[in-house]
């Protein structure tokens, strides 16, 4: 971690100071909430995100629905973005859940090349061999999430707590309803919870439930965005984690 945590990177030294920041969050957490694409995998590794956008706003302009979006909407490299500018517009209706469900076909298709983060999946076994609940909260969509972990063998070490995209958008992060579901359901207090995520809204929801947040931040960028977000616990490499839950085991 920079300077308030430990942070992973080759010739980097960790200090004992930054060592034990990383140990106390991880020794407080019995319940690990993980965001999805991001820190267990890079789900648009080999399936453009910036391609699935536009798509949806090619198919809402062949439907006579070009004025939906605005330009800067129309232009975004987010999925998520055009999703969410249909449904402040028309919210719940049934054009939102059609452009939902075609956002999740493409999610799903996108499962198939989707990259693991690196330690991702021996730090899941890990924690889950150690007696930690897991749980996702991400703004996906579940059945992505368990089609991607039924691949890597990992879905058994989250079910049943996944939780995630629904038609009802605003639930989404940086919204804490995830988040708060997953803790009512394992009947873990904030405060004994950890959320791992790599954006802002992570942080946003992770702090509106009251829950510890560790941020993976992959590369200076990620880094940037997290901490001008305030973020004050931050790795580059979830190796670190890996080594901490391994040596409190």
């Known amino acids: 971690m920079t300077s308030d945590a430990t942070r992973t990177e080759p010739g980097t030294e960790e200090t004992e100071g930054e060592t034990e920041e990383l140990r106390n969050l991880i020794r407080r957490a019995r319940v690990v909430l993980w965001d999805f694409d991001g820190p267990i995998c890079r789900l648009f590794a080999g399936h453009s995100a910036e391609r699935v956008a ?17 330009q800067e909407e129309r232009e975004s490299l987010d999925p998520h973005v055009v999703l969410r500018a249909v449904d ?16 999740t076909q ?5 499962t ?25 909260t991400t703004n996906n969509s579940p059945r992505v999430v368990r089609a991607y972990l039924a691949g890597r063998g990992l879905v058994g070490c989250f079910t049943p707590h ?10 989404l992060k940086p919204d804490p309803h995830c988040l708060n579901r997953a803790l009512s359901a394992t ?24 829950v510890p947040f560790l941020g993976y931040a992959r590369n200076e960028r990620k880094e940037k965005l997290l901490r001008e977000a305030g973020a004050t616990h931050t790795v580059r490499s979830l190796r670190s984690v890996l080594r901490t839950v391994r040596a409190q085991a």
């Open 162 to 171: 996944i939780y995630g995209r629904s038609q009802d958008l605003h639930h």
């Open 106 to 110: 493409e999610e799903l298709r996108a």
């Open 88 to 103: 402040r517009r028309h919210p719940g209706s049934d054009l939102v859940g059609e452009l939902e469900e075609r956002l």
């Open 187 to 210: 009947g873990a207090a904030p405060g004994a919870a950890l959320m791992i995520g790599d954006t802002p809204s992570d942080l946003l929801a992770a702090n509106s439930a009251g």
């Open 54 to 70: 536009a798509d949806l706003a090619r198919w809402l302009e062949s439907r006579g629905l070009h004025g939906l979006l605005t």
């Open 112 to 136: 198939g090349s989707a990259m693991p983060t690196a330690y991702a999946d021996p730090l899941i076994r890990t924690w889950t061999a150690v007696g930690s609940r897991l749980a996702i």
